[in-house]
């Protein structure tokens, strides 16, 4: 096993694609910055494109872009280049550039001409948040983009990047104009499939009591008579195979939401006061959503029209990935995935000519904390793994 190296002046060389596919002086440095990295290295030392790949995983999710950067290109390395060994060679280089970017530097043109080869949408979101980042043209890094985030699971994280280009340099792409005067209906849905703790129950009276509210809570049973009274059989079999209820959750929420239109809310989450009432009431757009702090749609608390732009389009995502991605991440296959991606479609449709025709309103994570309160639950203390193994 080679041993982690103190930042010394060999290892200060880094180490480049076209490297052998051994770690390098300067990757072992890297690795040796971050006790999480060394603690895996240590462990399991770097014999294989996996350890390569986990700990490069580790230093990205940790910040320390640079490292991550050295380590993705060494499992690029490593890479047989054979189109059936997972992660991709060319998922490899895009990681390794776009974490580059992440540390203020430059990719190289000769990578990016590797990356072109291997696969050329990759190569075009590198360079469009290169132009982004480091040029600051916002346009020129939305054509540049394109729909490359056609090449991704629904809720990488291109797509709440592609979101904050367009919210910070061309928000008007997501002006829809109205094709009627429809607004949301002051109508609250949740769901929880059965027997429902305390805490929940209380939340559902809580939201029952509110004046004027239409307000409606559905359970497993009634859920899958409904789906299968409203969509068929195979919507009823879909959610009925879902791996928790979280994802049957999701599942139902934008048939729901499709049909009839309003707001849906999560069990588990409360609107705070009449405040948050009136924010409900007096929201004029078609189609209400709000981000977390780093970018993402909200899927638990959101509000729409019947046959929404947005709902239309995470119908199409959700049976993609039901059919084809089953065992997906549940936040990418069924979660706030499938609406950040609607919102990259309809934004880049929106840059090539073809404008929303309904109308959407974006809020940041203020005003969803002012709306919204997140109650303790013991339940969530054990909940399992959002993904299968």
Request: proline fraction near 5%.
């Amino acid at each position: 096993m080679n041993n982690i190296l103190a930042p010394t002046e060999e290892a200060a060389m880094e180490s480049s694609i076209f490297s052998s596919a051994e770690p390098t002086a300067y990757d072992l440095a890297q690795i040796g910055t971050d006790p999480q990295a060394k603690a895996y290295f240590e462990s399991h030392g770097l014999p294989n494109l996996h350890d390569a790949f986990s700990v490069a995983n580790i230093l990205h999710t940790n910040r320390n872009f640079n490292g991550a950067a050295a380590i993705y290109g060494l499992a690029f390395r490593m890479h047989p280049r054979d189109p059936g060994v997972y992660p991709l060679a060319q998922s490899l280089l895009q990681a390794r550039l776009l974490c580059l970017l992440k540390g203020g530097r430059r990719v190289p043109q000769d990578e990016i001409e590797v990356l072109q080869r291997l696969n050329l949408p990759f190569a075009n979101y590198i360079q469009g948040i290169e132009a982004a980042w480091r040029d600051k043209d916002g346009e020129r890094a939305l054509r540049a983009i394109g729909n490359a985030f056609e090449e991704f699971h629904t809720g990488e994280e291109i797509d709440s990047l592609y979101l904050g280009l367009v919210r910070q340099y061309m928000p008007g792409l997501l002006d829809g104009t109205a094709l009627d005067s429809s607004r949301i209906p002051f109508r609250v849905y949740m769901y929880w499939d059965q027997n429902p703790p305390p805490e929940i129950q209380e939340n559902f009276d809580y939201h029952r009591q509110i004046q004027g509210l239409d307000y409606q809570v559905f359970n497993k049973d009634h859920a899958t008579e409904w789906l299968y009274q409203n969509y068929g059989v195979e919507a009823r079999g879909l959610f009925l195979g879902a791996r928790h209820p979280a994802e049957a959750a999701d599942f139902l929420r934008v048939h729901i939401m499709q049909l009839y239109g309003g707001w849906w809310l999560d069990a588990d989450i409360r609107l705070r006061d009449e405040e948050s009432v009136n924010f409900l009431r007096e929201q004029t757009a078609q189609n209400v959503l709000l981000l977390t702090d780093n970018g993402v749609i909200h899927n638990d608390f959101y509000g729409s029209v019947r046959n929404s732009i947005i709902g239309q389009d995470c119908l199409l995502s959700l049976y993609r990935n039901c059919y084809l991605h089953h065992g997906l991440f549940i936040a990418y296959k069924t979660g706030p995935g499938i609406f950040n991606r609607a919102l990259s479609r309809i934004a880049h449709h929106s840059l090539i000519g073809e404008r929303p025709n309904q109308t959407i309103k974006i809020y940041d994570h203020i005003m969803f904390d002012r709306v919204i309160h997140q109650f303790a639950t013991p339940y969530k203390q054990r909940l399992p793994s959002w993904h299968t193994a």
